[in-house]
């Protein structure tokens, strides 16, 4: 449920359908694989995942345990179906795209269980430099226009994301500072200590209550950086993409204003999710001012 709320959140218009049901898909996958990452696979199974994703190789399957088996096969399957459905309807093959896409965020995903399991805290600015992309923003947003456009019935060429490349990357920063803002203090007490918050501490020797506030100035300077990027597309100020990627950081800040509303939702989280999907919008009743007779 919370998946579908961040595509509702992300692209809400009707005509969607289709992309919200792909991004609910790509969202679920996100997670299951994270959490393989971060609990069932050691550093050694995780190595072959991670290398499996990246040859997008159904073969090295053999090579690792039955969880990770179900969740290779979870994710081969359905980025396959999803490149299967764009080439008949646009002739265009994003399988490679996708492939490519995922297996930078296994190879970050691996780089943070290899910090972990040393218990390594990298400066801020290394951390940061691999976190934006572990946050998995640039998967999202990758399926997402592929998936719009085909709603859209919109054609395009594999290079044409390129132009969005720095909308992307502060759409994801600011994902990624209010995830680390939101998860840090669970995940330090189970032993995953490398987040934007531990870091910061480590490399200034300061508390947290000075962390958070250092990482939320850093969450201002990325929506600066995130509207220059946007002001700067040439020429596709109407491209209903963009929209998409700002919105991406802005559920972010909506899903993890109070905690962490994904991994651990609370009441407040789980009354917001059931009040954007389930509750009807109660239609206003309409107010006719009684004239006064002369």
Request: charged share 25%; aromatic share 12%.
């Amino acid at each position: 449920m919370e998946c579908f709320f961040w595509s509702v959140g992300m692209v809400f218009e009707p005509q969607y359908y289709s992309c919200r049901l792909g991004l609910t898909k790509v969202g679920a996958l996100i997670t299951t694989i994270d959490d393989i990452y971060d609990v069932y696979g050691s550093i050694d199974e995780l190595k072959i995942f991670t290398d499996a994703v990246k040859r997008w190789d159904i073969n090295a399957m053999k090579h690792m345990s039955e969880v990770l088996q179900v969740g290779f096969l979870a994710l081969y399957n359905t980025i396959n179906d999803m490149g299967y459905d764009t080439l008949v309807a646009q002739g265009t093959n994003i399988i490679p795209i996708l492939a490519k896409v995922w297996g930078e965020l296994t190879e970050a995903f691996f780089v943070e269980a290899k910090w972990n399991h040393i218990n390594y805290k990298p400066a801020l600015e290394d951390y940061l430099d691999n976190a934006w992309r572990s946050v998995s923003g640039v998967v999202i947003l990758t399926h997402g226009y592929f998936l719009m456009n085909q709603d859209a019935k919109k054609d395009v060429t594999n290079s044409s994301m390129g132009k969005f490349d720095n909308l992307i990357k502060w759409s994801s920063m600011i994902f990624r500072l209010y995830n680390d803002l939101a998860t840090s203090s669970d995940e330090m007490d189970r032993g995953k200590s490398v987040n934007a918050i531990s870091c910061y501490m480590q490399e200034h020797d300061v508390c947290e209550q000075v962390a958070r506030k250092y990482i939320k100035s850093l969450i201002d300077k990325a929506w600066k950086k995130m509207i220059e990027a946007r002001v700067a597309c040439p020429d596709d100020s109407k491209d209903p993409f963009i929209d998409m990627a700002i919105n991406l950081a802005r559920i972010s800040h909506c899903t993890y204003q109070y905690g962490d509303g994904h991994g651990a939702p609370d009441a407040r989280s789980k009354d917001r999710v059931l009040s954007v999907i389930f509750e009807p919008i109660r239609e206003q009743e309409h107010y006719e001012p009684k004239l006064q007779q002369q």
